[in-house]
């Protein structure tokens, strides 16, 4: 449709940011609402809080320091005054003149004089005066504006949008389809869509400002629950296709659960068994299984997973197990095959990855096609070498390979074949209203509960000066027989040539040598005072040196260790040598391990009691936990180390504390969530995580299990017989259609199993 105010170029800068449609515009919401009707006044004012001010221009200058040039804007009220002061922001003189009202956002910082307010690079926008037409004046003052994201440049920044959003509303009046039925809303309390949409834009007069903030209004819940709504309802409809799809019926005979019993080396958890039971229970089923099997580092996954190999095995069909590394799929094969040695029967196994040499790696693709080989254990090689098997019946993966899995395991059996069963784990433990929506097509199995025997792991934080002290202390725990990992954030030199490694993002760190975007800083709680320290040490050139793990192994081999057996493990060893070395750990025959994150998944050593973590500052609270998860599996006391540099952020203070304060995976992983924000915590993309354009799953999870509720409910309508009660047929038609546009848009191409 033809928009007022989007020509072609204007179109094409739209479509850059990913707004193709009318619609798209008018779900683009303010990010912000600036109560334009009641302003305060600078002597309501108090430090640290932030604010929004309107005020006349007093004075503006460029000031051009040694380091940078600086814009400061003066603006005044009465006898007070409000200094505002942007870097690098010689793009602003000239901008304002003495007698001009501006509105600025942004943080109030202390000052020395309480008359002399300061605000470090603010938003701005200058008001209309009597010379700008009725319209800009109507939209811009006097109410509460919408402020939004520019969707480029300062043209179509917020003033532009105001004007055409408002006219887009105002052409569509009474026009905008509703896409879910009146019902619904009318049980929930919603209001319509066009009203909703309306009133996010512009609040009607008297609109509380709290709520309007935390998105919290009616309007804003309204749309928030339509787009959650539809991704449940979506979800929800993947899984019921999947139990109409054709799968193998696993038989749980007696003879079965012999050869369980036979290889358990110890007594399941009540957890244990009630996931088993879960997973038998869908293997049982005619229908594919999806499912995900969800527990701390620690909790006993693998041998889960190894039971229901088991299960598949005993049915005459072959399992896959596939290994986010080369390192953990060594691991798991050597403890498959130790444990499978108990059994009477004799199991065929085989190992493959992608640094096999060709020869092995041709003779156990041709095992694994002719069905001698049974239990298949790999890395991402399993797909990549295009292996097909004979009789595929369960694949077991990790998270991190889901998507590549569930969209390629049809290549992996034979055309015709039913398809196998798929269990999905993970050891990032999921705050479950994420687990709810970036799972919603499996179904969830919790480990709750760790295996009996284990002491809490004590984790201290130790300044990097008094490292003699934690040498010392390896030393005298490898004097008791025990054995200690050290990691370090590199395997050597830059940081650059490690792609493998994940970086938390560490604010001080990654600050560009120019100031942040204002709103940036503002959410990360950062004060002026750390921006200048950031900007000064950004423009004083020192590079932090990190040590690496190269450099410590031989360090520490000929200095604090010397005498120890000492080994390094790193991603650029040859797969070979990471096997012996592991083995070699294994075995007890090195004593500390220097090495990087490769460690940081599933290697298991209970022996292993100490975990020293050097720059543990610059880890994600997900990797820390990680890493901590490889001590503490066994009876014997554990330690984790989280030695730290001179300058931690304060996020990274945080992550520090909580990492003492706590050993819960779930509260850390909320923690985590709420400080990165979903998109980081998962790394979107590659997570499937869909961008939203409304819902904020940290903020929104009431609404998520509303929506989830909802999505069943109204699927299960035609079943029960209930159609009427969840909307007319044309109603009920309405939402299919939209959710058909909807998942096409956002979530069609996320996966396709
Ligand atoms: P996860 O994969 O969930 O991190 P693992 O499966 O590696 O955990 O198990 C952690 C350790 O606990 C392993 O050494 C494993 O042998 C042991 N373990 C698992 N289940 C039990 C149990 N029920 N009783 C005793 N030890 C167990
Ligand atoms: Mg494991």
Redesign the pocket.
């Given at each position: 449709m033809y928009v007022r105010g989007v020509g072609p170029r204007v179109a094409e800068m739209l479509a850059a940011k990913g707004i193709l449609t009318a619609e798209d515009l008018l779900y683009h919401l303010p990010f912000r609402y600036e109560d334009r009707q009641n302003p305060r006044s600078l002597d309501e004012l108090k430090p640290g809080e932030m604010a929004s001010v309107i005020a006349e221009v007093r004075g503006a200058a460029l000031l051009r320091t040694k380091r940078m040039p600086l814009f400061e804007l003066t603006l005044g009220q009465g006898r007070l005054a409000l200094k505002c002061i942007w870097f690098n922001a010689t793009y602003l003189d000239g901008k304002f003149h003495a007698g001009q009202t501006v509105a600025v956002y942004g943080r109030v910082e202390p000052s020395r004089s309480t008359s002399n307010l300061k605000m470090i690079q603010p938003q701005w926008e200058l008001l209309p005066d009597a010379s700008d037409d009725a319209e800009t004046r109507l939209l811009e003052v006097g109410r509460i504006t919408p402020v939004y994201e520019s969707l480029g440049g300062s043209r179509l920044a917020s003033r532009w949008q105001r004007k055409v959003i408002f006219n887009l509303l105002e052409c569509l009046r009474g026009a905008v389809p509703e896409c879910l039925p009146r019902s619904m809303l009318e049980r929930l309390g919603l209001p319509a869509r066009e009203q909703s949409l309306r009133e996010v834009h512009f609040p009607p007069e008297g609109t509380s400002a709290p709520e309007l903030q935390a998105r919290g209004t009616a309007a804003h819940r309204r749309l928030i629950f339509e787009e959650l709504f539809f991704l449940e309802l979506g979800l929800e409809l993947k899984r019921r296709r999947m139990r109409e799809r054709v799968g193998i019926a696993f038989a749980a005979t007696d003879k079965v659960r012999e050869a369980i019993r036979e290889v358990l080396p110890?007594?399941?958890?009540a957890a244990?068994k009630r996931a088993l039971g879960e997973i038998v229970g869908d293997m049982r089923q005619p229908s594919p299984m999806r499912r995900l099997l969800q527990?701390d580092?620690?909790?006993?996954?693998?041998?889960v997973a190894l039971q229901a190999m088991l299960v598949a095995m005993e049915n005459g069909y072959q399992a896959a197990l596939m290994a986010p590394t080369e390192i953990l799929a060594t691991q798991h094969y050597l403890a498959a095959r130790k444990l499978l040695e108990r059994s009477s029967r004799h199991y065929r196994l085989v190992l493959l990855t992608g640094s096999l040499d060709e020869d092995r790696k041709r003779v156990n693709r041709r095992l694994i096609n002719s069905g001698e080989a049974q239990l298949i254990i790999g890395t991402h090689a399993l797909i990549e070498e295009k292996v097909e098997f004979d009789r595929l019946g369960l694949i077991v993966v990790d998270e991190q390979h889901r998507f590549g899995v569930m969209q390629r395991f049809r290549l992996m059996k034979k055309p015709n074949q039913a398809e196998p069963d798929v269990l999905v784990m993970t050891?990032t433990p999921i705050p479950r209203t994420l687990a709810l929506s970036l799972y919603g097509d499996l179904d969830v199995s919790v480990?709750d509960e760790l295996?009996?025997g284990r002491t809490p792991i004590v984790t201290r934080r130790v300044p990097d000066e008094r490292a003699e002290e934690v040498w010392n202390f390896v030393r005298q725990r490898v004097g008791l027989g025990r054995q200690a990992y050290i990691v370090y954030p590199v395997i050597e030199g830059s940081k650059d040539d490690q792609p493998e490694l994940d970086f938390s993002h560490d604010e001080l760190d990654a600050e560009p040598p120019t100031a942040p975007a204002p709103r940036k800083a503002a959410r990360k709680g950062k004060t002026a005072d750390m921006l200048f320290k950031a900007l000064e040490e950004a423009g004083s050139g020192t590079k932090r040196g990190l040590k690496s793990a190269v450099e410590m192994y031989e360090k520490l081999r000929g200095g604090a260790l010397a005498g120890l057996r000492v080994g390094l493990l790193h991603g650029r060893l040859s797969a070979d040598d990471k096997e012996v070395i592991m083995r070699r750990f294994h075995r007890g025959e090195i004593d500390v391990l220097v090495a990087t994150t490769v460690i940081e998944v599933?290697v298991?050593v209970?022996n292993a009691t100490v975990m020293v973590v050097e720059h543990a500052e610059r880890f994600g609270l997900a990797q820390l936990h990680q890493l901590r998860?490889r001590v503490g599996?066994g009876a014997a006391k554990s330690y984790c180390l989280l030695v730290t540099g001179p300058r931690i952020s304060p996020v990274g203070e945080e992550r520090l504390n909580a990492m003492v304060r706590t050993q819960d995976g779930f509260e850390l992983a909320e923690l985590d969530l709420s400080i990165r924000g979903p998109g980081e915590f998962f790394g979107t993309r590659q997570a499937g995580l869909p961008d939203f354009r409304v819902a904020n799953l940290v903020r929104d999870r009431k609404l998520l299990e509303l929506a989830k509720q909802e999505a069943v409910r109204f699927a299960n309508a035609r079943v029960e017989k209930r159609i009427e009660a969840e909307g007319s047929e044309a109603e009920r038609a309405r939402v299919w259609t939209r959710l058909k546009e909807a998942w096409q848009r956002r979530y069609g191409l996320v996966e396709a199993g």
């Open positions: 110890f007594h399941p958890t244990q527990g580092v620690g909790s006993g996954k693998t041998i050891a480990l295996p009996p599933g298991d209970p998860g599996r």
